[in-house]
């Protein structure tokens, strides 16, 4: 299963608008998102990958594994991560990891962190 990582940021006058506004950045806007936990089924194959899709298809499913964090205070930010961990370099089974936090450092070094934990599984 090939499996595409995509990411996107917005800002806007409305919680939905923003998170609305960050799918379209991601390249999804048009899709009825169904989440997932973050198992990663064994064979899969994980890319970074930049898409748009919005407006390949229109109301279709899509499933994802979702990071976001919201923030609704002015000159706040708001950081969301999504990391994963396979048997192999990007191949086989294993998991994502999601975070959130006000700061992008954190967000990248709680990340990496628990991705080092369960490397060895």
């Not at 936990?37 to 979702?66: C, F, M, Q, R």
């Not at 930010?77 to 990007?90: D, R």
């Amino acid at each position: 299963m090939d499996i595409k990582v995509t990411y996107g940021r917005a800002e806007g006058l409305t919680k939905l608008s923003a998170f609305d506004k960050a799918l379209f950045n991601a390249g999804i806007g048009n899709y009825n998102l169904i989440r997932l936990s973050s198992a990663i089924p064994d064979g899969s194959n994980v890319t970074i990958e930049k898409i748009n899709w919005n407006y390949k298809e229109h109301g279709y499913k899509l499933y994802v594994v979702l990071s976001k964090c919201i923030e609704t205070s002015r000159n706040n930010y708001a950081f969301a991560g999504l990391g994963w961990i396979t048997q192999k370099k990007h191949i086989g089974k294993g998991f994502f990891v999601e975070h959130c936090n006000s700061s992008e450092d954190e967000v990248k070094n709680k990340i990496k962190k628990i991705v080092k934990r369960f490397s060895g599984i």
